[in-house]
């Protein structure tokens, strides 16, 4: 890496750490916090969302998010989570606050959790991880599931009627955001935040 200038501060995490090492940091932190996570780096300058490639399936997606992000059998499903991942992410990165960790209602009614991860101050990157269900039961996301391909969610295409079953069938296994999530994906945060900083100084050396 070549700079006219000292310190560089990166625009997004894989400037400085590459995507094969961002992948097996991030199955890491995906197993010891038990739940789907990705690293989201969001380029302000050319509007662009970049996700780490997964090393598994259930490392960025819990079951009924696999199924809506199947192209095959969802048309416009992972359209439309990608979408909803980069308008979230964006405005996070781009917050005026100081919070470091937030929760969300994806576009399908899924709670989910945003951290932030910093070098020198700097927001390169968000964690999100969570795809639990409402704090008030499922049926906000079975209605969901329901309306797909009509009304504000036409956009959404079920391929044929086994997949609406398939998908209410893992809304109702979703799980309720526990009481300490905030604290593990913190802990989960703050080790790629140190690995981020440390690689960053290596480079500056």
């Given amino acids: 890496m070549q700079r006219d200038q000292w310190p560089f501060i990166p625009a997004s995490l894989s400037e400085i750490i590459d995507n094969d090492r961002l992948a097996v940091i991030e199955a890491g932190c ?95 990157a968000v964690i999100l991880a969570g795809q639990f269900r409402p704090r008030h039961g499922h049926a906000p996301v079975t209605e969901r599931v329901h309306q797909l391909g009509a009304g504000r969610l036409a956009h959404i295409q079920l391929v044929d009627a086994r997949v609406k079953a398939e998908l209410l069938q893992h809304s109702a296994a979703l799980q309720p955001l526990p009481a300490d999530f905030q604290a593990r994906l913190a802990r989960e945060a703050s080790h790629i935040q140190e690995i981020a900083e440390a690689e960053y100084q290596r480079l500056k050396k």
Avoid: W
């Avoid at 048309?75 to 005026?96: H, I, P, T, V």
């Avoid at 969300?104 to 959790?113: K, V, Y």
């Fill in 30 to 124: 995906a197993e010891r916090l038990g739940r789907a996570m990705t690293i989201i780096e969001y380029e302000v300058e050319q509007e662009r969302m970049g996700r780490t490639d997964p090393l598994n399936s259930r490392q960025n997606f819990e079951p009924f998010c696999q199924v809506l992000r199947d192209e095959r059998r969802v048309r416009g499903g992972n359209a439309a989570c990608e979408a909803c991942d980069l308008a979230m992410s964006k405005a996070f990165l781009q917050r005026q606050s100081s919070t470091a960790y937030l929760e969300f209602q994806c576009h399908m009614a899924l709670t989910d959790t945003a951290h932030l991860v910093e070098i020198r101050g700097r927001p390169v």
